[in-house]
């Protein structure tokens, strides 16, 4: 007891130096909790207990003139406070142990995507936080947002630029679009003189159109004509067409928006939130920091859009803070291919790899690259900023088959010439989930498709990454906290023939009935040039050339295939590895303008033919179940296989591993052995011996 109390009393005179420290370098001036809660009604979760949720406000401030701050884009032409600071206001919510003693001394900073997400409760004791970093999203009663301010130019006078919205696939009878529904910059300046609006009739996966026309300045007003017709009531928050809109052809507007958001502050705001509760005990206005003493460990999560900010994130510098100190400890984008568009001036940070966004253009690598393809004067890495500030995290990365296809994810790994593997450093490792769509399928052994995706020809993927994903978040925190090495990386590369041109015959992928060939296929990559102000490395800057000139296609790989379609590198899940159908990572848009091309980034499922019967009656070159797994029985000891290899490889935690095994036993995949034909018990029974020689004899 007497030692306990010598622990603690060091502690609070070190914690009680911090706050004296802190106020001088802080840009958290208050902290404001609005609500408190418990989760689950009070309901213990796991050994941590019952846990306790807090929202509320951060107020902080940005000094323009600090080095860390400067890369945001028209920081110096945001309105400041007396103290020569911009403000912000940004909402936030923490979720932490009832009992501080049971708090793990690991916090979670989840990522928010376009303001969706919340705080999670975790057995473990890890204090979870979400905060909102996007300046552009709408407020709701949930959500997480952030309030910045509006850049003008020296002077007070509006700033103005050019922006470009596309419309397509209209409704018959639409006289009247907004710009920018909900997010960006809706409202256009006044001087429209440079405005273009043009139409297409066809338009390709990189580009080019065809019977193209300029739509007469006469016949189009920023007016509303849904009520009063043509030329309408003046808004500059939308834009009428004076005969209306052919749901037929695509739209091109290039108009001049006003008063562009000062949105690269959502970096500071995450930056400033995460050390204020990791290294101080109370804000500016001495208000207590609520989880002051209990973080010694921060790791960073975000999906999609949310990995994409966390790359830039750590690319732009700000994992050092403004003492120098680091801000996470590890970081893990997932399903991430891009950097996040948000840092330059009329960014919008919701895009995603339409034509004509910004996302890939900026450095891709973690290790260092010379970009000769795109004429980069110099070797560049995500991890630049941080190895010079000794600030970086150690990096975990976890991507399917649908960033290679839909998400131009191929640079990342063998640069933009294609020439070879870009190696990892120490600090990364890189997972790949083959086969899946974008943040993995529903999961499940359920052989007949659950409904069509979206918008798209094939049935949806059922492929999950949870399961690895789940494991990887363990392996993660063991090596921030433990220094416990997380298993070898495993993804697909040009030095084994695993990484190929998105072509059938580079690929392999088998003629399948009823099955589109992947030929032309690939959202490719293209070089844009949007003008001299554009720092393209970084991301930063002012874009002037606005559509941009499409200067080349950069070499698009894929993964290769099997003879089923299904791809063969990287982590496998349990699903992939006692399939029941071809799990693809691309899908084909049904109808509408783009029909044909590639399904934005949804995965497809080519479901097996059930006997060999079935499948040569409509020449499915795929083996059929039965001559796969010959009974039900047998399905099941391929699963118990893959099960067992993903525990042994770390990839599976025991909890799923004992779900996903009841899940297979459940399911009814096929007749059982009673009721199956001699031929195939045989061919169960060759499976579930090589189970049984696997695990020592007995399963």
Known sequence: MTRLRSVAKRAAMLLAVVAVAAPAMAQVTRLEITSRELARDGEPIGAAGPFEILRGRVYGEVDPADRRNQIIQDIELAPRNARGRVEYVATFAIAKPVDPARASGVLVYSVVNRGNGDVTVSPDGHISVVSGWQGDVVPTDRNQTLQVPIARNPDGSTITGPVLQRFVNLPAGTTTVTLRAGT???????????A???AAESETIDGRKSGVRTIARSDWVFADCRTVPFPGTPDPTRLCLKDGFDPK?????VYTARDPLVLGIGLAAVRD???FLRYDTQDAAGAANPVAGLVRHVVSIGNSQSGNFIRTFIHLGFNEDLAGRIV???AFPRIAARLTPMNFRFAIPGGAVDLYEPGSEGVLWWSPYLDRAR???????LLDRCRATSTCPKIIEAFGSAEF???RMSPNLIGTDAAADIPLPAEVRRYYMPGTTHGGGRGGFQHAPSGQAPGCTLPANPNPMTEQLRALDKALIDWVVHGIEPPPSRYPMLSTGELVPATASATGFPTIPGVPSVDGLVKVVLDYDYGPSFNTNDLTGILTQIPPRIVQRIPTYVPRVDADGNETSGVPSVLHQAPLGTYLGWNVVAGGFFAGQICGFQGGYVPFAKTRAEREQTGDPRLSLEERYGTQEGYVCAVETAVEAAVRDRFLIED????LLEEARASSVLPTAAESSAANRLRAEALCGRVSAQSGGTR
Request: hydrophobic fraction near 45%; charged fraction near 20%.
């Open 196 to 198: 273009v609006l043009i």
């Open 656 to 659: 799923d591993a004992a779900r």
């Open 273 to 275: 939130l995460v050390s």
């Open 328 to 330: 996470w400890d590890g």
């Open 405 to 407: 296809w839909g998400l």
């Open 184 to 194: 960006g910059y809706p409202h256009a300046a006044e001087d429209q003189s440079a």
């Open 249 to 253: 052809l695509l739209y091109e507007l």
């Open 375 to 381: 004429g980069r004067a110099s070797m560049t890495s």
